[in-house]
């Protein structure tokens, strides 16, 4: 597994193709925090923006591989574990584009509540904005794997279904993400650095569930 995994963070790196959702990101962080902001609604703008980023990678590490190397791959180490190492190279390249961006908001923001009148913490803030991120970098991975080969082969389908699963992932009551981001709005406003440790649990499971699908699914269709 080790080399597969090395296989597909190659592949990923030489292609390029991780520019355009890393470009994403940067712009977005740009756009939504600046210095001196509240650190726990920076940290939660750049959790939040971070789940589109990460459902983008997955899709482009699923279709990176030329198909005669990935039906190659797949005869020699078995279709799913070829499938699932280039879901675990998307989603640790988001949790790694997370963590710089915690590590860069933490350093920028001001360790105050909305209000300003409340200090926060930052090595707590920190900490509360590395959940969240891997809540989002964690349903997003699950988006992508649900909106991309082979559960839908057709760009002209996955793609708008792609946008649409971020967007609910996002918005919709209950989802993990959302509660995660929440959190860290609402202890911002209180005061409070939130624990969002059951979003991350939740998102997780989801995860596992939405790889586990389209592994099975890579095992019963052709390439």
Do not use: K
Request: charged share 10%.
């Amino acid at each position: 597994m080790t080399a597969l995994l090395r296989y597909q963070a190659a592949l990923l790196l030489r292609s390029q193709r991780w520019l355009p959702p890393v470009v994403l990101y940067a712009a977005a962080l740009g756009i939504g925090v600046r210095s001196g902001q509240p650190v726990l609604d920076s940290l939660g703008w750049a959790a939040a923006v971070l789940l589109p980023v990460a459902a983008w990678l997955v899709r482009v590490c699923t279709t990176d591989e030329p198909p005669a190397a990935r039906a190659c791959a797949g005869a020699a180490t078995g279709p799913g574990r070829a499938h699932l190492a280039s879901l675990l190279v998307a989603l640790c390249a988001a949790v790694l584009l997370g963590v710089l961006a915690v590590g860069v908001v933490t350093v920028i923001s001001d360790p105050t509540s909305t209000n300003r009148r409340t200090p926060v913490p930052l090595g707590a803030a920190s900490g509360a904005g590395l959940l969240a991120v891997l809540a989002c970098a964690l349903l997003g991975a699950a988006v992508g794997a649900l909106t991309t080969r082979p559960v839908l082969r057709s760009p002209g389908r996955a793609v708008p279904a792609l946008l649409l699963g971020a967007l609910l992932a996002l918005v919709v009551t209950g989802s993990p993400a959302r509660a995660a981001v929440g959190a860290l709005v609402d202890g911002s406003q209180e005061g409070s650095v939130p624990v969002p440790v059951v979003p991350v649990i939740v998102a997780a499971l989801l995860a596992a569930a939405a790889t586990a699908v389209a592994c099975a699914l890579t095992t019963r269709r052709s390439p």
